[in-house]
């Protein structure tokens, strides 16, 4: 969890509140001593920021453990 002061909170406000519901991760101001909490409302879900990769192999691992590269490389330094 970030910690800041309420300088830096108030330079970086929209960002921090940005940051805040994107990432689900609170944020804690040190005024004076005591601690204040920015968290968001509604839970944020770890597997919501995964980004799409559909070249991924997808499927049997047992179907890869015995794929051979000789034909696609040469391994043979000058």
Same mark, same amino acid.
């Given at each position: 969890?970030?910690?800041?002061? #309420?300088?830096? $909170?108030?330079? !970086? $406000?929209? !960002? $921090?509140l940005d940051e805040v519901l994107n990432?689900?991760?609170p944020i804690q101001i040190n005024r004076g001593g005591k601690i204040l909490q920015i968290t968001p409302v509604e839970k944020v879900h770890k597997l919501d920021n995964l980004i799409s990769r #559909?070249?991924?192999?997808c499927g !049997? #691992?047992?179907d890869i453990v015995n794929l051979t590269w000789e034909g696609e490389i040469n391994l043979d330094l000058p």
């Open positions: 969890m970030k910690s800041i002061t #309420p300088t830096q $909170l108030r330079k !970086n $406000l929209y !960002n $921090l990432t689900g991760v #559909p070249d991924v192999i !049997n #691992p047992d």
